[in-house]
C-alpha cells in the first residue's frame, strides 16, 4: 500500500507483471473508488463545458462520451478527462483524484452568469474499471442481462434499489469498463467483479499494473506527462482540441503556440541495449548534450524492454532518433519511436 492523492491505494496484489498479463490475455479488476466524479446540469451545461473543456462536447450524442482537457490560462493542463452526455442537459465528468479541487475550483471560476450548476459526487461514488478481453464476460457473471456499454458510451441502471452507472472506458487498450456504485456498496460488488475475474481466468489488479498497461499505450498519466506547464498540444493531444467550436479557456494561448511552433513534444521512446527500467526524471541526452527528461518509464512486461516518455526539442521530435537515458550515473542507449509502444490485437 502507498500514498496516493490522498489516498492508501495497492500497488499489487499478486504482482505487477502477473495482473499486466492477466489484463492482456483475461480480465482485471481495478478499484478506482479515488477518482472523481462531477455532475453538469442546467440549460447552459452544453455551452458551459464548451467554453471550459477542449472538446466539442456538442457532438456527443445521448449516452455518448469524450476524452478531453481542462487548462489553465497559460494553456497548460489542470486535468484530463472523459466528459459523458446523459441528457441534453445534464453531462457527467470522470476526473483524476489528485485533481478534484483544483478542477471543481477552474470549473466554477468559469461558471459566470450562465446557467448551470456543478456537483461534486466524488465522496460518495465508488468505483472500479474491470479490463481486458473477458471483460463482457465478467460482466454477465455479475449483472446478467446488462448490455455492456460499447466504447465511450455510459449507461445507468437500477439494482436493487441502487443507481449504477457504466461507462465504456478505461486505460489499459483493452476491451472493458469503469463500474460507480454508491460508495457504501463497492466493497461487495469489488468481491462479487474479482470473484467473477477469477472464475475467467483473471484477478484484481493495482497500481503497478495500471501504470505499465497504460504506458504501453502511451497514454500520458497527469502530474508525470501533463502538467500545468505543458499544453495539450505538446503533449500530442491535438486531437482532442476542437478548433471550430468557439472560445475556450487556453484557447488563444494554444492558438499561438500552433503558429509559432512547439517548442518540445512528448515523445515515446524504446531502450535498444538491456539497462535498468528507465525512470520518472531520469535525463535523456542527445549527442552527450541533455534535451529533457523521462516522464514516465517503465519495464514493458508485454514486450520486455524499457519503454518511456520524454518532452524532447520539437526537431528531435520524431521516430528514429537516437538518445541515451542517463540511469544511475551511466548512459544507455535508446530509440525515439512511435506510440503506442503496443497494440492489442483484442481492440
Known sequence: MVPFAGWEMP??????VDEHKAVRATAGVFDISHMGQFLVHGIDAEKFLNLALTNNVAALGMGEGQYTLLLNDKGGVIDDLIAYRLAPDRFYLVVNASMIDEDRERLLSLVGELAVKLEDLSAGTGGLAIQGPKSAEVLARVLPGTVFPARNTIHVIQHAGQTLTLCGTGYTGEKGFEFFSPAEHITTWFEQFVE????????????????TLRLEMGY??????????????????????NWEKGDFA???????????????????FKMTVTSPP??????????GEVVGEVCSGGLSPTLAQGIGMAYLPAALAKPGVLIEIEIRGRRFAAETVKKPFYQPPNT
Open 278 to 287: 528507465p525512470r520518472a526524471h531520469y535525463a535523456v541526452l542527445h549527442d
Open 196 to 211: 467473477a475475474a477469477r472464475a475467467e481466468g483473471g484477478m484484481p489488479a493495482a497500481l503497478g499494473a495500471r501504470d
Open 11 to 16: 500497488v499489487q496484489y499478486s504482482g505487477i
Open 220 to 241: 500520458p498519466l497527469n502530474g508525470n506527462d501533463l502538467s500545468p506547464e505543458k499544453t495539450p498540444l505538446e503533449a500530442g493531444l491535438g486531437f482532442f482540441v
Open 250 to 268: 487556453g484557447k488563444a494561448v494554444l492558438a499561438n503556440q500552433k503558429a509559432s511552433g512547439l517548442p518540445s513534444k512528448l515523445v515515446g
